[in-house]
């Protein structure tokens, strides 16, 4: 594979001069589909021709090719591409007839418009070199199977993407990372798989190029080659749409399950559900695009896609969650499974009832989500950053049930002995068998970690501390009554005037000042409403935590907003039940954890059990954590003695 990558790469040195970095993949991947498509149809060029004389109808064609060849496309041309090099003066328009006699099934060409690549390599002389060095590769499925062929297109895109200074990890994920992926969302389905003429079908909502459904469809057959596999994906990207097209055409899949449009924005398989979804969604990827759709889908609530919640518009790697679960065969039609590649935040970003807490929430109270995995760093080829597969079931196995199981990988991987981009290690084979090996164990060790789905639930309670003030006329405080919106109503000036002969003396207790002034003010033939009295002592208060509590009027003191803070609580706190509230426990469970926890520290806090949340998060990397000792002082000095003593050493040796 990589030779062979490494050959259709060099045919871009043809390119070199006339053509920019960036334009080489409009040339090279087109190209190397035109000779995929051209290696599997030549065997049967003479028969195809046959078939279709006389036929008029492409869908009656379709059918004759389909039954007599398996093949779901074919081409009315007489040319191939070894032939088209026999006149060097007609290739253009020889290819350009070529590449338009394809059946409409084939659109890959109109993506990449081909036809104007063709116009533009015979104008600088680059054509025929270019088809005359593909027309000696083969790619026939016989000598480049079908996951091979998914390999090579996307090392080409990764290629192409470094070369032009592009994001190589938006078109796909690492092989090493997918088949993990694959082997963990097959692992609870091994016996059905093996029966036969068992039929599934697998659906990537962000499919690329198709790798992960190739290797999904490589996986299956393995397992039972007379598996019955069905194949969906959508894709935004018109090219990487293409070729995700024409490769699954090449296996003989349906070319309408694959669909190009925003998944986010519209569901192209409304209503459909799926055995097995799978998908690797943009990382911190703005869906403001979609935005007007998303909400209006989210307003619908459990009947959308989107109800449970929306996370921020910066990211919308939670949609796509949201989405993927929605698309899980329901449980009375035998279930589904869904594998899904992230980055950390879907873990823990949001506070409580935020969109993201909140979909979390729906996720664990319907005991959706089965097992999630800690990657290894610099797994990816753009992004050195934690990735963790979630792996979501609606039929879990009875020992599973209301269990979450968390398992670290982080530490198992293979160094690479050449890195590629970002991407410095990789999962091995044996690496791989071992997570699986973790997975199916389903028991509690260093790297796997097993827990109900309450332990990730929580309180968010708000303590409030009393409004401590101190108040004066001084004349300070009175420029700033002089200038207060709120008391604009009355005459300020003359407001100020009277308070400036009530002195300046402190008081520190509100009542009492409060008072003093109403009566000075009275004598004086200043009136003022309830609200402007009130606006007035905070004008004239300064914070003063030797004073006493500012009284709220309702028997209660007002909170001091600069003092509030929160904590969080979880379920089970001290063995008490995991619930939010089912029984009625919550309230009292918060203050046994507020007597125990806060008031030692801050006896005149009290909690505002109206503000309290219930939020969801899954701290992975906290329940891994492992405390290392600092090092010894006597060990860090002597290190330090040793490296001064070479360094004067050295400074020796120069000097001598």
Known sequence: MSKLSSFVWSIADQLRGPFQQHEYGSVILPMTILRRLDAILEPHKEQIAGLIDGVDSEMRRAALVRQATGLRFYNTSKFTLTTLLADPDGLEANLTEYVSSFSSAIDVFDRFKFTEVIADLAEKNRLFIVVERFATVDLHPDVLSNSDMGDLFEDLIRRFAEASNATAGDHFTPRDAVRLVVDLL?????????????????????????????LAEEHLLAQNPDARLRLYGQE??????????????????????IKLGDTLAEDKFPGRTFDYCLSNPPYGVEWKAAEKAVKDEHK??????????????????????????SKMRPRGEGGGRVGVVMNGSPLFNGGAESGQSEIRRWLLESDLVEAIVALPNDM????????????????????????????????????????????????????????VSTYDAFETSDTSKIFDNEDFGYWTIT???????????????????RVEPKLKATDRGRLVEVLATFGDEVYRNQ??????????????????????????????????????????????????????????IP????????????????????????????????PDAWIDHTKTKVGYEIPFTRHFYTYAPPRPLEEIDADLNKVVAEIMQLLQEVEA
């Open 186 to 214: 097959f692992a609870e389905d091994s016996d059905g798989l093996v029966d036969k003429g068992v039929i599934r079908t697998v659906y990537d909502p962000t499919a690329g190029t198709g790798g992960m459904l190739s």
């Open 236 to 257: 935004i990207n018109p090219q990487s749409y293409a070729i995700c097209k024409s490769d699954l055409l090449a296996k003989g899949q349906d070319p309408d399950n």
């Open 300 to 325: 619908l609530g459990f009947s959308g896609r989107f109800g449970p919640g929306l996370p921020g518009v910066g990211d919308g790697q939670m949609l796509f969650l949201l989405h993927l679960a």
């Open 380 to 435: 990816f080829y753009n992004t050195g950053i934690s990735t963790y597969v979630w792996v979501l079931d609606n039929t879990k196995a009875d020992e599973r049930r209301g269990k979450v199981q968390l398992i670290d990988t982080s530490q198992r991987s293979t160094k690479m002995r050449k890195s590629l981009g970002s991407k410095r290690v990789e999962i091995s084979d044996d690496d791989r068998k071992a997570v």
């Open 463 to 481: 303590v409030e501390r009393p409004l401590r003030l101190n108040f004066a006329c001084s004349p300070e405080r009175l420029a700033g009554v």
């Open 511 to 568: 009542d009492d000042f409060a008072r003093l002034v109403g009566k000075h003010l009275g004598s004086h033939g200043v009136t003022l409403t309830l609200p402007q009295r009130r606006v007035l002592w905070r004008a004239l208060g300064e914070r003063d935590e030797t004073a006493d509590e500012v009284p709220d009027g309702k028997g209660g003191f007002e909170p001091d907003p600069k003092l509030r803070d929160t904590e969080n």
């Open 571 to 602: 379920f089970g706190w001290n063995d008490t039940p995991k619930t939010a509230d089912a029984d009625g426990t919550a309230r009292e469970v918060i203050d046994a954890y507020f007597d125990a926890e806060v008031r030692p520290h801050v």
